[in-house]
Nanobody, 113 residues
């Protein structure tokens, strides 16, 4: 069974950075469109960024210029570099295989002011 596992979350002060990583078992992520989403307490899950198999990226307006989605094909991961973090970025971050509609379990990101 294909599984996605996120890592890299944590507690960081405003202005700091975290690098989130999404790893897959039994699946080569390079062939799929992958996405990062987030869900803050009491809010709906929202799209953060996507990357196609060809490397085309798309970002939510709220993270443009601060977050970067990328692939590490050697390690079979899709990463999300988050910079200049703000308290409003606090959420559980999920990766998703868009083609298979498969979600990971999420990783918590908490940004203190």
């Amino acid at each position: 069974q294909v599984q996605l596992v996120e890592s890299g979350g944590g507690l960081v002060r405003a202005g700091g950075s975290l690098r989130l990583s999404c790893a897959a078992s039994r699946s080569n992520l390079r062939f799929y469109t992958m996405g990062w989403y987030r869900q803050a307490p009491g809010k709906q899950r929202e799209l953060v960024a996507t990357i196609t198999s060809g490397g085309r990226t798309n970002y939510a307006d709220s993270v443009k210029g601060r977050f970067t989605i990328s692939r590490d094909n050697a390690n079979n991961t899709v990463d999300l570099q988050t910079n200049s973090l703000k308290p409003e970025d606090t959420a559980v971050y999920y990766c998703k295989n868009e083609d298979l509609r498969l979600w990971g379990q999420g990783t918590q990101v908490t940004v203190s002011s």
